[in-house]
Structures are given as structure tokens and as C-alpha cells.
């Protein structure tokens, strides 16, 4: 209900009180209605002639200012309140036209606060008739006399001064709607990202879990009939795979409810991510899968592996999960080669290897890999990007496929 009132007053110009103006408008109006009851005073005191009654003089005049209460929600309700208010006390025979500086006040609402494209025209017809009441009988007013042409004057400044303060808010809120749009946006950006931050880890995660249970659940089978120990040890392997993987994937789907890993059991497994401590562990995993791996790891004298951010230690892992995991689907190697060493450059940058000796034409990962964003090659290429780095991938010429990653030491 709240919503749909403020988008109603925004389409007619107005908008609805709030508590703080609802006390700015009483205390405008009492004012105002203060000060116009003293004018009523002066006006029957010191008028010349005979004054009828004062009995309806200040009641009139207090019913005008009343009216100015709407003045923000209702001002067209307002200003013709307003001027019925001092066309009575006119038409009722008193001396001059106090009531008439509450006019200037309706002005002004209606130009603020009125409808859209009427709002300057309802002024206008306010300030007419401002100065046409007083022409009128019984207390007639020269048509030509200052008193009856300056108050028009006076009501359309008032006018002029509520179209300008009707701008400023326009733009105020013009303002604060396209900062409004801004953050959103920048909102969506980094859900976004996020959502492909999360596909990522889920995609390096199960891939290379599943490329590890295919491979040794293949094994096991092929074996078990004559090797029973070498099934078993395959076996076992799957079962470490699939037990590295379920905190990792459980942390992933922690984030996609927005539980940030703390599940409703509290028994979730609270391991940090995994860094360049567990690359071992990885080429291990692949060792155990039929591949031959080396791991090289030459991060320079100035600097150990530890003291790596860990955006970077996570990063590096996953190019290697990814790139040894699509060695294990894809390629028909034997062998492969993990290297990390340090540029020797200003900056400094790691530079991250994975070759493999596989056949020509068999080495590089399928096209379901590279197609969809996140997945494969894509995936690594981007993984370097967001931490300012690059990514390099192909065939050699003597055969088999080189990965080369370079990420900055300082993430950006």
C-alpha cells in the first residue's frame, strides 16, 4: 500500500507526507493562519467605516489556513479550500483582504506539489482570482489600486519559487534513481561473477573427480578377476577422490543457498581451500590414475610458495586440476609435467606449465570443453584473467600440449 502511494504521488507531482512534513505542515498553516488572523485584526480595527460583525471574521480565516494542511498531498483540494476560505470573508463584508497572504502559500503548493503539467496553470488561475475576489462587491476594490494588482504579483513569484523548488527535487530524485540503477547494477555485475566464480569450482571439482572415478572404476573392473588387490587399490583410490571433493562441493553449494558454509547441521568440514600445499597430493591422485607426472616447483629464492596470496595458491590449483584432469579425458599421454618457477622480471610474475607427451592432434581438450564459458581452457584462460594475469595453450611441435599460465605475484 505504501509503495503504491508513492508511486501514484510521483506520477502527479506530489508525494505523500511523511511524519516530519505532516509537522512542517501544521506548523505552516498555524503560522500562517496566525498571521493572517493578526491582518483580519488591523484591517477591523482601523477601518473607516462601519465593519460587520467579527464573529465569522477569524473562524473564515482559520478555515482557510486549515486547508493548507493538504497542501503537499492534496493541493488542488488545498488552494480551493484556501480560496472559498477568502471569498467568504470577503463576500461577507469585511474590510480589505488579509486573508489573501494565505493564497500566496496555496501558490506555491500547487506549483510544487501540484499535478504534472497543470500545476503552473492551477497557479495561475489561483492568482487570478486573487486579485479578481477583492474587485468583486460588497467591499469593492478599484480594479487599477496597488492593493488589488501587487498580491497577484506576490502569488506568482510564490509560483515561480514552487516550480523551481519542484525542479530541484525532480533532478534530486532523477539523481537518486539512476544511483539506485548504478548499484544495482553493479549489484548483478558481482552476482554475476560470483555465479561463475561458483560454476567454476563446481566444474573443476566434478570434472576432475569423475575423471578420477571413471578412470580407476574402469581399472577396477578390468582387473578384478585376476588382480583382486589392484581392483581394491583402485577402489580406494575413488573413494579418496570422492572424499576430497564432497567438502569443496559442499562449501560450493554452501554459497548458492547464501549460507556462506555454515549448513544446519554444523557438522560441515571447515578446511581452507586448497592452495599449493595440496598440488602434491593432486599429481598423487593422477599418479595413482595410470598417468606419469613430474611436479617441478621453482618459485625463487626471495619468495616461498607459502607467502603466495591465496587467491593465487587457489588459483594455480585449479589450472592444474583442470589442466592434468583434461590430460586423464582427452589426451592419449603418458606422461606430464607440472612446473612453477618465478619470472625474472621487474614485477615478477609465476609462471604455471603443464605439458603433456600425447599424440599430435589427440592433446587438447574437446569441443565440449572449450564451448561454454568456464569449462576447460575457457575456464583457465579466465581464471588468469581475473587476477590480471594471461593464459596460453597448444600443441608442440614435437608433439603432445602445453599449458602456460602467468599470473602477477600482487593480485590487482
Same mark, same amino acid.
Do not use: K
Given at each position: ?26 506548523? %505552516? ?9 493578526? *491582518? ?25 489556513? =486549515? ?86 504579483? &506576490?502569488?506568482?513569484?510564490? =509560483?515561480? %519559487? ?82 576430497? =571433493? ?11 543457498? *547464501? ?7 554444523? &557438522? ?15 599429481? /598423487? ?11 617441478? %616447483? ?5 619468495? /616461498? ?73 575457457? *575456464? ?18 614435437? *608433439? ?6 602467468? %599470473? ?5
Amino acid at each position: 500500500m505504501e509503495h503504491t502511494a508513492t508511486a501514484a504521488g510521483r506520477r502527479t507531482g506530489a508525494e505523500p507526507p511523511s511524519g516530519g512534513d505532516r509537522r512542517g505542515d501544521v506548523l %505552516l498553516a498555524a503560522g500562517a493562519g496566525a498571521f493572517a488572523c493578526l *491582518g483580519v485584526w488591523t484591517e477591523i480595527h482601523f477601518a473607516a467605516g462601519p465593519v460587520p460583525p467579527q464573529g465569522w471574521a477569524y473562524p473564515l480565516t482559520l478555515a482557510a489556513a =486549515a486547508a493548507l494542511l493538504w497542501r503537499r498531498s492534496r493541493p488542488l483540494a488545498a488552494a480551493l479550500g484556501c480560496l472559498l476560505g477568502c471569498a467568504g470573508y470577503h463576500a461577507a463584508g469585511y474590510p480589505g483582504f488579509a486573508p489573501g497572504v494565505l493564497l500566496f502559500v496555496a501558490c506555491y503548493a500547487l506549483a510544487a506539489y501540484g499535478p504534472d503539467r497543470a500545476g503552473a496553470v492551477s497557479a495561475a488561475l489561483l492568482a487570478f482570482c486573487g486579485w479578481l475576489v477583492p474587485a468583486l462587491p460588497p467591499q469593492q476594490l478599484p480594479w487599477y489600486s496597488l492593493s488589488l494588482t501587487m498580491p497577484p504579483l &506576490g502569488m506568482a513569484a510564490s =509560483a515561480a %519559487l514552487g516550480a523551481s523548488a519542484r525542479r530541484r527535487r525532480t533532478e534530486h530524485e532523477e539523481r537518486l534513481r539512476q544511483t539506485a540503477a548504478a548499484a544495482e547494477e553493479r549489484t548483478g555485475r558481482r552476482l554475476a561473477e560470483e555465479r561463475l566464480r561458483i560454476a567454476r569450482e563446481l566444474h573443476d571439482v566434478l570434472a576432475h573427480t569423475i575423471s578420477v572415478v571413471l578412470v580407476q572404476s574402469g581399472l577396477a573392473l578390468d582387473v578384478l578377476d585376476d588382480s583382486p588387490g589392484q581392483a581394491r587399490a583402485a577402489m580406494l583410490t575413488v573413494r579418496g577422490a570422492a572424499r576430497q =571433493a564432497m567438502p569443496e562441493l559442499r562449501a560450493a553449494l554452501d554459497l548458492l543457498r *547464501g549460507t556462506g558454509g555454515d549448513s544446519a547441521g554444523g &557438522g560441515a568440514d571447515r578446511r581452507p581451500q586448497p592452495g599449493l600445499d595440496q598440488l602434491a597430493e593432486l599429481v /598423487e591422485q593422477s599418479r595413482r590414475s595410470g598417468l606419469e607426472v613430474e611436479l617441478l %616447483l621453482d618459485p625463487g629464492p626471495d619468495r /616461498e610458495l607459502r607467502e603466495l596470496p591465496a587467491v593465487v595458491q587457489l588459483t594455480v590449483y585449479r589450472i592444474v586440476q583442470e589442466s592434468l584432469t583434461n590430460v586423464l579425458r582427452h589426451a592419449s599421454a603418458s606422461r606430464a609435467t607440472v612446473a612453477l618457477r618465478r619470472e625474472d622480471t621487474a614485477d615478477g610474475a609465476l609462471v604455471v606449465e603443464v605439458a603433456n607427451d600425447s599424440p599430435v592432434g589427440a592433446a587438447a581438450p574437446g569441443p565440449g570443453d572449450v564451448a561454454r564459458p568456464g569449462f576447460g581452457l575457457v *575456464g583457465i584462460r579466465e581464471r588468469a584473467e581475473a587476477l590480471g594475469g594471461s593464459a596460453q595453450a597448444g600443441p608442440l611441435p614435437s *608433439g603432445g600440449f602445453r599449458v602456460t599460465v602467468r %599470473l602477477p605475484l600482487e593480485t590487482p
